[in-house]
């Protein structure tokens, strides 16, 4: 059986301010590592994904995340955050190679809010 | 608009009604997952269905749930003898399966209050 924990439920930040949203995980097997993102009243939406090669993974508007075998984390980050970062963050995890249906265990979501 | 749709939006009904949901996924996606996400909570896995066939169910997803693929292409979500628990919103995704590592995309869901 896989989990995954998010640390933090919610996290107020300020804009320009640096974050870091926590992910960790559990699993016997090799696992690929996802952020998903989902603004209000909006569907999820990949954010970044780690399936194997470099540990440090970035998405397309600024956020980045490192995957530790030994820690079993996955933390995302971005250096200077934007209000229209305001959303919910949620990570997933779903078994690696071909024996997987592709099914994904979410964490439990982080808020982001970031005010002026 | 091509992505994953769901239809209806919201839904609310009395407890002990039976409802349904509908989703439609990307064109051609043969990989289609319908999850369930409460408040406050992570979406959880329900089921998946390759092409017509439902291939796994999550312990979730109890008797008086029934998922169907019929045809392969859209699938329909009922819920009998809705409960209070049932409260939700309720996910598909759909992926194009050719091979280990297949993107999946989430539809905007359908949210249920049951009275």
């Known amino acids: 059986a896989q989990s995954v924990t998010q640390l933090d439920s919610q996290v107020p930040v300020f804009e320009e301010a640096p974050v870091e949203l926590r992910c960790n995980y559990s699993?016997?097997?090799?696992?690929?590592l996802f952020w998903y993102v989902q603004y209000p009243n909006q569907g999820l939406q990949l954010l970044l994904k780690?399936?194997?090669?470099?540990?440090l993974v970035e998405s397309i508007n600024g956020f980045e995340a490192e995957f530790n075998k030994s820690q079993t984390s996955f933390h995302l980050r971005k250096p200077s955050v934007h209000i229209s970062d305001t959303a919910e963050y949620f990570c997933a995890v779903r078994n690696a190679g071909g024996t997987s249906y592709g099914k994904l265990t979410f964490g439990q979501g982080t808020i982001l809010t970031v005010h002026p | 608009d091509t992505g994953v749709s769901q239809n209806p939006r919201h839904k609310i009904t009395k407890r002990g009604q039976n409802v349904t949901f509908r989703c439609d996924p990307i064109s051609e996606h043969n990989r289609l997952y319908w999850y369930r996400q409460t408040l406050g909570q992570g979406p959880e896995f329900l089921t998946y269905?390759?092409?017509?066939?439902?291939?796994?169910k999550s312990r979730l997803l109890s008797d008086r749930f029934s998922a169907e693929r019929p045809k392969g292409s859209f699938s329909t979500l009922e819920i009998q003898r809705t409960e209070q628990g049932d409260s939700a919103m309720y996910l598909c995704?759909?992926?194009?399966?050719?091979?280990?590592?297949?993107?999946?995309?989430f539809g905007p869901g359908t949210r249920l209050t049951v009275l």
């Open positions: 995704a759909s992926s194009l399966g050719t091979g280990d590592y297949n993107e999946q995309f």
């Open positions: 780690y399936l194997s090669g470099s540990t």
């Open positions: 269905f390759q092409n017509e066939a439902q291939l796994e």
């Open positions: 699993s016997s097997v090799s696992v690929y």
